[in-house]
């Protein structure tokens, strides 16, 4: 699969066939409006991998070279291709002119206005083991440390924020997105929990911390929250990670977060898949 970017890929110069699925009934390995785009030596993405992808790349390339013309395939994942999913797939091909990359474009573009947003807060060892986790799903990611120094080697793609005051930057948090809270001081994490909380519509408030952390701050917060409504604790996943793996190397802790953030936002809704192109007529 290639590394460049959708625009790169455009913008060469070589022919390329756009790979789309064009629907998928039964069990099949990606949804409906999944695509990918092949040229004569190079692949972007993926429509699923294993031996229908093969085909598809196939019948791609046979089209560039001009052996065929046929612009569908219509495939059955069953042990006559070795695949035994049992699904099916409308595969639909398009030769990539200025229009389809053009569509292709502003699809990307309004794709990553969409994306779930997930901010971070500290670039210790752990948000900086979060972001490049996170940096490979089709998520925004904003990574906030009042630490100059420490806002260095984060994946492309990311936005750092240098603020003294953190917290205030939960406001910025898009409705439906996520804070993770692992900064370096527990009375800041405490600060930026609370506004969170404040909340509802984010769809995942975590803490780095223990089970003691979150007695802490459950006292905490009530003693600061006096006379005011009730805070709902549940909505705080303090620790994060859950329990189950014991290991706090960093790469471990963000794997297993990410985990979790992607079951919120399941939960919440928030759009991960883009609906078919739909170019054919």
Request: charged share 20%.
């Given at each position: 699969?290639?590394?460049?970017?959708?625009?790169?890929?455009?913008d060469?110069p070589?022919?390329?066939?756009?790979?789309?699925?064009?629907?998928?009934?039964?069990?099949?390995?990606?949804?409906?409006?999944?695509?990918?785009?092949?040229?004569?030596?190079?692949?972007?993405?993926?429509?699923?991998?294993?031996?229908?992808?093969?085909?598809?790349?196939?019948?791609?390339?046979?089209?560039?070279?001009?052996?065929?013309?046929?612009?569908?395939?219509?495939?059955?994942?069953?042990?006559?291709?070795?695949?035994?999913?049992?699904?099916?797939?409308?595969?639909?091909?398009?030769?990539?002119n200025?229009?389809?990359?053009?569509?292709?474009?502003?699809?990307?573009?309004?794709?990553?206005?969409?994306?779930?947003s997930?901010?971070?807060?500290?670039?210790g060892?752990?948000?900086?083991?979060?972001?490049?986790?996170?940096?490979?799903?089709?998520?925004?990611?904003?990574?906030?440390?009042?630490?100059?120094?420490?806002?260095?080697?984060?994946?492309?793609?990311?936005?750092?924020?240098?603020?003294?005051?953190?917290?205030?930057?939960?406001?910025?948090?898009?409705?439906?997105?996520?804070?993770?809270?692992?900064?370096?001081?527990?009375?800041?994490?405490?600060?930026?929990?609370?506004?969170?909380?404040?909340?509802?519509?984010?769809?995942?408030?975590?803490?780095?911390?223990?089970?003691?952390?979150?007695?802490?701050?459950?006292?905490?917060?009530?003693?600061?929250?006096?006379?005011?409504?009730?805070?709902?604790?549940?909505?705080?996943?303090?620790?994060?990670?859950?329990?189950?793996?014991?290991?706090?190397?960093?790469?471990?802790?963000?794997?297993?977060?990410?985990?979790?953030?992607?079951?919120?936002?399941?939960?919440?809704?928030?759009?991960?898949?883009?609906?078919?192109?739909?170019?054919?007529?």
């Open positions: 699969m290639s590394d460049i970017s959708l625009t790169a890929f455009l060469r070589d022919p390329a066939i756009l790979i789309e699925i064009e629907s998928a009934k039964g069990s099949s390995p990606r949804e409906a409006g999944t695509f990918m785009l092949v040229s004569k030596d190079r692949i972007w993405q993926t429509i699923g991998g294993g031996q229908f992808e093969y085909m598809a790349i196939d019948h791609a390339r046979a089209m560039l070279s001009g052996k065929t013309a046929a612009d569908s395939m219509d495939i059955p994942l069953g042990p006559e291709i070795g695949q035994c999913c049992g699904g099916r797939t409308l595969l639909r091909f398009t030769p990539v200025e229009a389809v990359a053009t569509r292709l474009k502003q699809r990307l573009a309004q794709e990553n206005r969409e994306q779930p997930v901010f971070i807060f500290g670039a060892h752990v948000g900086k083991a979060l972001a490049s986790a996170l940096c490979l799903l089709p998520v925004s990611i904003t990574v906030i440390e009042t630490r100059k120094s420490e806002l260095h080697d984060l994946p492309d793609g990311v936005t750092p924020h240098l603020s003294a005051m953190p917290e205030a930057m939960v406001t910025s948090i898009p409705s439906g997105g996520a804070a993770i809270i692992v900064t370096h001081d527990h009375a800041l994490d405490f600060m930026i929990a609370r506004q969170a909380l404040a909340r509802p519509e984010l769809s995942y408030i975590g803490m780095i911390g223990s089970k003691t952390k979150r007695a802490t701050f459950a006292h905490w917060i009530e003693r600061e929250n006096e006379g005011e409504a009730p805070v709902d604790l549940a909505r705080l996943t303090l620790p994060i990670g859950g329990s189950e793996v014991k290991d706090k190397r960093p790469a471990i802790i963000a794997a297993l977060v990410v985990a979790e953030v992607l079951h919120a936002f399941h939960r919440s809704a928030v759009p991960v898949e883009s609906p078919p192109l739909a170019f054919h007529p």
